[in-house]
């Protein structure tokens, strides 16, 4: 892809991106985003008292938090946010390996955009980039006047 060919509505800034987080579930559990491309977007989600089930592996929810919030937000970034949002409407999630320390890597990257949905795939992987889980989200693309809370 050549700079033109971006998917990005705009400029991608991964520190506004990370202080978009700051009050809510992204900070309490360590989300960082760390990087992105011409069409993927990466965070990163610690494995931590926070994050892990009562063995002391990453919780599969937490695999499935990170990856609703690494691709909800490139699905954000993809859109004009004085028009449209992205909401979820259904994510899956395979979890493949273990883990039980450091860090889990996302890796966001859309399958389709479309005007009113977007499918976005996710890999997560250990820090030594094994396949931890694998997940994918439907994207309900709607005005922002829907988005508002009531």
Known sequence: MTQ??????GTVELAALNRLGENSMNAYVGIEFIDFGDDWLAARLPVDK?????FGRLHGGASVVLAETVASVAAMCTLDPTRET???MEINANHLRPVSEGYVHAVARPEALQ???QVW???ITDELGRLVCISRITMAVIPVSRAAPA
């Open 86 to 88: 992205a909401v979820g």
């Open 121 to 123: 795939s996710i890999r």
């Open 50 to 54: 926070r994050t892990v089930q009562p």
């Open 4 to 9: 033109q060919d971006s998917i990005w509505h």
């Open 115 to 117: 005007r009113k949905t």
